[in-house]
């Protein structure tokens, strides 16, 4: 990619020192920019809205907050437990705290890390794709798709060990439409918990408050590909079976 870069800009220079532009033929195998191609995206679905907003929603059963200003962000999932007390969970930049009842309680460091892997990992699906520009998001042109007849880009996105939490390791794959910059389907490959893939496909769609969110069906491969980026053609083959479908419901965002 940075080959290539170099080799678009040298031409670039070329043609300003002629006087003529790059024929149209060289502009269309020009691979496409990636981090233009994530800023698209962003913008389409809340751009600078997604700096400073307040969100929240339900998703299988519990409740979800969400609020941003800036850098700083405070996540909450409240619930019933099975003894009828209600938790609270506050994940922010500061870290994480359990509340039941009304009282905080002592977490062990094994038990706060994954309340608060938990609460980030429905909070990061539910916005993207505000998070592709995270510092520790490394993102990769990934070539082009059709998918039902519609025109994609292919993003891959992979995390820096820095920054990336406890599932750095893992692999994305987002489709980008070409035209509209939506963001209708998106797979990954996980590491953790015994590891798998799953492919995402958007459906309900719709813009509150100024962000875009959307329901998924959500998908495996029925034999043991981990490789995301042939996940478009599964899904278009037959080769991806229906896990569930992932609501989120009674969205408001202020």
Not at 60 to 76: D, L, M, Q
Not at 160 to 187: P, V
Not at 193 to 198: F, N
Not at 201 to 219: K, M, P, Q, S, V
């Amino acid at each position: 990619m940075k080959i290539r870069a170099i080799a678009f800009l040298a031409l670039l220079f070329l043609s300003a020192c002629t006087g003529s532009a790059p024929s149209e033929e060289t502009a269309e195998t020009t691979p496409p920019n990636a981090q233009q191609i994530a800023d698209a995206a962003i913008e389409k679905h809340g751009g600078e809205r997604y700096k400073n907003f307040k969100a929240e929603f339900d998703f299988r059963g519990r409740h979800y907050t969400a609020a941003r200003n800036g850098w700083k962000f405070t996540y909450e999932r409240i619930f019933t437990d099975t003894t009828g007390s209600q938790v609270r969970d506050v994940l922010s930049h500061e870290g994480l705290y359990r509340e039941v009842d009304g009282q905080r309680v002592q977490l062990s460091e094994k038990d706060s890390a994954a309340y608060a892997n938990s609460v980030n990992s429905v909070l990061y699906f539910a916005l993207l794709p505000a998070f592709l520009n995270d510092k520790a998001v490394v993102k990769e042109y990934a070539g082009e798709a059709t998918i039902k007849g519609q025109p994609y880009h292919k993003l891959r996105v992979t995390f820096r060990q820095e920054g990336g939490g406890k599932d750095f390791e893992d692999e994305y794959m987002y489709w980008i439409h070409r035209d509209s910059a939506t963001m209708d389907y998106l797979a990954y490959n996980y590491l953790v918990d015994g590891g798998g893939a799953r492919f995402r496909e958007a459906y309900n769609t719709r813009t509150i408050g100024g962000l875009r969110f959307a329901d998924y069906h959500n998908y495996k491969p029925k034999t043991d590909n981990r490789n995301v980026a042939a996940f478009d053609s599964l899904f278009e083959n037959g080769g991806l079976e229906l896990l569930s479908n992932i609501e989120t419901e009674n969205i408001r965002v202020e």
